[in-house]
């Protein structure tokens, strides 16, 4: 034990969760567990007024807190924590803090740990970030300089949702709004480590009842003497390596530590030669290692380069070294660095701009990756952005929200504070040249917002992409010409789209085993093409369906607004017709249904045969569907066909009714010969097909085609079956061509 301490001057703050929203998740644990923590802080001296007690207990469990009269008091939900945390304990006048939390919780969203509210259920987890937890008690939400020092103790689990539930899930809230001071010490014990779940017994967390089996046997030898932390933690671990000798393993307790002497470091569960700073798994020990090696060579070859590093790292991280310049190694350089969540790429750039990275600086920042855990932005650069987002109007906070939604649809995020998203957007790594997505957000807020504001937020952008290199910045620069384009465009005046206008989205080629494509999207009318959205990396259909639904949202008119296709030849048969979409509606409709759907290709226009496009689609104006050709219902080679039509250089457009390898056989000679109509009836089979394209194709003009085939297909929407429902038109007008692609990953 330690000397004699003034228990008066301690606070504490327990939280107890056991009941939750869905009845499946119901604990029974944390509430004798906090009783226990309480008892021993009240024997120790610490009064009962000097508690909060954040509880939501089981009603059979209700007993184990009746008797703790003289303690604050209230529910475990988020308003209450959000009150306790960031509002009541500022006025605070103690030397020592404690807070101790039990109950559920979850690698949530962006893999991070939330420690879950009683309104949790499944599917459907909501929690508070375990880390930004602690980051709030280095915060000016407590006092400037008492306590000055923190005790933190969480069992709760960290299991690890599925792949799908983990792509849908919300990331944890943050608590903390304010940044870290860094100069309170503080002593975190934390019951699992990630993936891993807390266990129970008898009643009780088993960390829990092995801390506090510690603790009180401390205090029997010496009740008003403060604990030495240090030794409990050294037992607790102890015990728990032999449990896992002994077959009873599953969870490995953490601790992390600021000590009485401002020393930090991070224990491990287990035997371990060395604290390093932060939790690694196999794969990044193994990084790390590589790194440290990378280090110490480029250490042996330049003097005083550790002197330069280390003034350099704690002017960025405001961390000072763990030994004296002279004294650090790789290891040592390291492990500084990793103990910040932007440490080892601030490491890394530093390397490289004194030329020590040598020739594999590139694959370096590359291996360095699976260190980071996504955050690949300097310390300096997050910092800049954190200032320039930090207490953001309402309504600019939530144009960034709309900015993040344009950049990534898939994203899940509850307006929350803007240094929450950036961290979700920086974890969203993309390859180069690809731009990141938390650059093309701030991007996107910088054109919304305007003013001075938006000429910071490009110049953030600026200094990050020219950073990451000149792959990057090219892509920032496209970035901005099309914002700029779409910018000029709204200052003339959004409202309804003009009947003229039409919209046309270009789909890539699905990629992978997933089938992700990337998309652009313009609105066409009389004064010329807008962009309209960017999405130059691979998105799942899905989430193709909510952009286009969205576009026509905003920029289309239903049953009037023509929506153009562009597909490459081999994705011509992309049911795009039958997409669903709601367009803010009670209720799904099908694309072709609300909107004139035709699909046109995106390949072998070449410019010495664009003439017999022209030419074909002349007749178009005037023809009638008795001047289409119908290609033959059989096997047919591409030759063959491309050779029937060019004996018939005026057909306007033909019909196909013929399935399968034939089908593509006839997709492919007709858009190399320039003809600007197609007709056919997706599906495999043939039966049934050209009676329906017949019934379609009554005497009728040309032109009216589009519209025509989306009745149809609205008489037809309620039943697959119902002739008209799988009818397809490739509407190839050249008058109005796809618009140059503006040099993304997109086509």
């Known amino acids: 034990m330690t000397p004699p301490h003034d228990w008066q001057r301690t606070h504490a703050v327990i939280v107890a969760v056991e009941s939750y929203a869905d009845e499946a998740w119901n604990l029974s644990g944390p509430a004798s567990d906090a009783a226990r923590v309480m008892r021993w802080l009240t024997a120790r001296g610490v009064p009962e007024s000097g508690m909060h007690l954040l509880a939501s207990p089981l009603a059979k469990n209700e007993g184990h807190l009746a008797g703790f009269s003289g303690v604050r008091r209230r529910t475990a939900d988020r308003a209450q924590v959000r009150k306790v945390f960031r509002e009541e304990l500022k006025p605070l006048d103690v030397d020592w803090l404690w807070v101790y939390w039990a109950g559920h919780g979850l690698q949530m969203g962006g893999n991070r740990w939330g420690l879950l509210y ?30 000055d020092r923190v005790t933190i103790v969480i069992d709760a689990c960290r299991s690890t949702l599925s792949v799908g539930e983990q792509a849908r899930a919300v990331l944890p809230e943050l608590i903390a709004t304010v940044p870290e001071k860094g100069d309170r010490k503080l002593f975190v014990m934390r019951a699992s480590r990630p993936g891993e779940a807390a266990k129970n017994l008898d009643g009780a967390g088993v960390f829990t009842s092995s801390l506090m089996d510690r603790l009180e046997a401390g205090s029997r030898e010496d009740r008003e003497a403060a604990p030495d932390l240090t030794q409990v933690w050294k037992e607790v671990r102890t015990e728990f390596a032999r449990r896992k000798e002994a077959g009873h393993g599953g969870q490995t307790p953490t601790v992390y530590l600021r000590d009485w002497d401002d020393n930090d470091s991070t224990y491990p569960g287990g035997a371990a030669n060395r604290p390093i700073l932060v939790e ?30 280390a003034a350099d790292i704690a002017g960025q991280t405001g961390t000072g070294p763990p030994c004296p310049a002279a004294e650090l190694d790789g290891e040592e350089l390291v492990d500084w660095c990793l103990s910040g969540p932007h440490g080892v790429s601030t490491l890394i750039h530093l390397l490289s701009q004194e030329e020590a990275c040598g020739a594999d600086g590139d694959a370096l920042r590359l291996d360095a990756l699976h260190l980071t855990r996504g955050r690949w932005l300097l310390c300096s650069e997050y910092d800049a952005l954190s200032r320039l987002l930090a207490d953001l109007p309402t309504e600019t906070f939530r144009a960034f929200v709309t900015a993040a939604h344009e950049e990534v649809p898939r994203l899940k995020f509850g307006e929350t504070e803007p240094l929450a998203l950036i961290d979700h957007l920086e974890d969203l790594w993309v390859e180069s040249p690809q731009l990141r997505r938390l650059i093309g957000a701030v991007e996107r807020l910088a054109a919304s917002v305007g003013g001075a504001l938006a000429e910071q937020l490009r110049e ?38 003009a009947p003229e206008d039409r919209i046309q989205i270009r789909l890539s080629a699905a990629t992978g085993s997933s089938g992700q494509r990337t998309l652009q999207a313009w609105v066409r009318g009389s004064a010329g093409s807008q962009s309209l959205a960017t999405h130059d990396l691979p998105l799942p259909e899905t989430e193709i369906h909510q952009v286009v639904d969205d576009l026509l949202t905003r920029h289309g008119r239903v049953h009037v607004t023509p929506v153009e296709f562009f597909l490459d030849l081999v994705d011509l048969e992309l049911d795009v017709h039958g997409w669903e979409i709601r367009g803010g509606g009670p209720f799904p409709r099908r694309l072709g249904v609300e909107f004139p759907v035709v699909i046109r290709c995106a390949e072998y226009r070449l410019p010495q045969r664009e003439h017999l496009w022209q030419q074909r689609w002349k007749r178009v104006a005037d023809g009638r569907t008795e001047d289409l050709h119908w290609l033959p219902d059989g096997p047919a080679t591409s030759e063959a066909v491309y050779s029937a039509l060019s004996a018939m250089e005026n057909v306007p457009g033909v019909v196909v009714p013929a399935a399968g390898e034939a089908r593509t056989h006839a997709f492919a000679a007709s858009v190399y010969g320039g003809v600007p109509v197609m007709v056919w009836r997706n599906g495999p089979e043939t039966d049934g097909a050209e009676r329906e394209l017949s ?23 309620s039943d697959a079956q119902r002739p008209g429902s799988r009818l397809a038109l490739l509407w190839d007008d050249p008058d109005h061509p796809l618009p140059p692609p503006l040099g993304l990953a997109a086509p």
Do not use: Y
């Not at 794969?283 to 590093?309: N, S």
């Not at 019934?695 to 009745?711: A, G, T, V």
């Open 280 to 309: 690694l798994s196999r794969e990044q020990a193994l990084e790390r290692e590589k790194l440290v090696l990378r280090v110490d060579a480029a250490l042996a070859e330049k003097p005083g380069l550790a002197a330069r590093l």
């Open 118 to 147: 009683p309104d949790s259920r499944t599917g459907d987890p909501l929690g508070l970030d375990a880390e930004n937890l602690v980051s709030l008690l280095r915060t000016e939400h407590l006092p400037a300089r008492q306590p």
């Open 695 to 717: 019934s379609f194709l009554e005497s009728d003009s040309l032109i009216l085609l589009p519209d025509k085939l989306r009745r149809i297909r609205s008489m037809s929407a």
């Open 460 to 497: 953030w952008t600026l200094n990050c992409a020219t950073r990451l290199g000149p792959e990057v910045l090219t892509s920032l620069r496209v970035r901005r010409l099309e914002l700029d384009e779409r910018a000029a465009h709204s200052a003339v005046g959004e409202g309804v789209p």
